[in-house]
T-cell receptor, first 111, second 111 residues
Framework: QKEVEQNSGPLSVPEGAIASLNCTYSDRGSQSFFWYRQYSGKSPELIMSIYSNGDKEDGRFTAQLNKASQYVSLLIRDSQPSDSATYLCAVNKNAGNMLTFGGGTRLMVKP | DAGVTQSPTHLIKTRGQQVTLRCSPKSGHDTVSWYQQALGQGPQFIFQYYEEEERQRGNFPDRFSGHQFPNYSSELNVNALLLGDSALYLC??????????FGPGTRLTVT
């Protein structure tokens, strides 16, 4: 079992729809959770961090964390073609240390 | 405010050679982490430097070594290059290892 798992996709949604990206992790002691966006040929860009159970909203993005189910998700509202990218879920098992990444989910937003 | 910078952008080396990659962290950050990202995969943690010491290391051989300087910049050295070392090498900076921000990366090709 991989430590951080994501569906590789591609996930295809129409413009204006809600895109839902999911991630599960295996280590119950994980403390911090991050979503990165990576455009083709570019480096990952941090878009959301979440540390406690529940929802965290930032603009069109909402991160959701459920530690009991070891599940973290990212919702993108009003999806735009410019949101088309690979979204990486990352987990920090110990505060301040290494990030463990999933393989990423490729999102395609069609006009 | 300058973000994370890395040099060089691209590098082509021959099997068996040695390479040094450089990273300058974002202003105000004191921790540098290095990751290797193979095509189509999530980044893999190599090691992290804080206060000029290697604080944590991932599952990489001793051929991979690093250094952090008093100004918080960092180098990644890889000896005896193998074809499998071809990847995007990412530097991420953070304040004491919290939210990590990536530089543009160095694309290493080993022939």
């Amino acid at each position: 079992q991989k430590e951080v798992e994501q569906n590789s996709g591609p996930l295809s949604v129409p413009e204006g729809a809600i895109a839902s990206l999911n991630c599960t992790y295996s280590d119950r002691g994980s403390q911090s959770f991050f979503w990165y966006r990576q455009y083709s040929g570019k480096s990952p860009e941090l878009i959301m961090s979440i540390y406690s159970n529940g929802d965290k909203e930032d603009g069109r993005f909402t991160a959701q964390l459920n530690k009991a189910s070891q599940y973290v998700s990212l919702l993108i509202r009003d999806s735009q073609p410019s949101d088309s990218a690979t979204y990486l879920c990352a987990v920090n098992k110990n505060a301040g240390n290494m990030l463990t990444f999933g393989g990423g989910t490729r999102l395609m937003v069609k006009p | 405010d300058a973000g994370v910078t890395q040099s060089p952008t691209h590098l082509i080396k021959t099997r068996g050679q040695q390479v040094t990659l450089r990273c300058s962290p974002k202003s105000g950050h004191d921790t540098v982490s290095w990751y290797q990202q193979a095509l189509g995969q999530g980044p893999q943690f190599i090691f992290q430097y804080y206060e000029e010491e290697e604080r944590q290391r991932g599952n990489f051989p001793d051929r991979f070594s690093g250094h952090q300087f008093p100004n918080y910049s960092s180098e990644l050295n890889v000896n005896a290059l193998l074809l499998g070392d071809s990847a995007l090498y990412l530097c991420a900076s953070s304040l004491r290892g919290d939210e990590q921000y990536f530089g543009p990366g160095t694309r290493l090709t080993v022939t």
